[in-house]
Nanobody
Framework: QVQLVESGGGLVQPGGSLELSCAASGIGFSIYTMGWYRQAPGKQRELVATIARGDSINYADSVKGRFTISRDSAKKMVYLQMKSLKSEDTAVYYC??????????????WGQGTQVTVSS
């Protein structure tokens, strides 16, 4: 059974920092593309950052230079370090795991989400 469990969300003031963690189980973690997505109230879910096998990284323009994604394949963990947080970063953040490109069957897994609120 695949599980993605996020932690680390909370309330932070503008300009503050927060780190999210995602613990994965039930997948071949090292070959999956891991990512963070977010969904603000009334908006569609959007990509924040992804990190693929070989540590190829992609960021949304809105978080470049402020957020850092990383992974620890030995621990099956993926992290999102968030700095200089803004009110517009407020959202539910979801951990995501996508099967490698080229597989005949695509697998796409989601965590339950963790709330991040940036407010004074």
């Amino acid at each position: 059974q695949v599980q993605l469990v996020e932690s680390g969300g909370g309330l932070v003031q503008p300009g503050g920092s927060l780190e999210l963690s995602c613990a994965a189980s039930g997948i071949g973690f090292s070959i999956y593309t891991m990512g963070w997505y977010r969904q603000a109230p009334g908006k569609q879910r959007e990509l924040v950052a992804t990190i693929a096998r070989g540590d190829s990284i992609n960021y949304a323009d809105s978080v470049k230079g402020r957020f850092t994604i990383s992974r620890d394949s030995a621990k099956k963990m993926v992290y999102l370090q968030m700095k200089s947080l803004k009110s517009e970063d407020t959202a539910v953040y979801y951990c995501n795991a996508q099967s490698p490109t080229g597989w005949s069957t695509k697998y796409n897994y989601w965590g339950q989400g963790t709330q991040v609120t940036v407010s004074s």
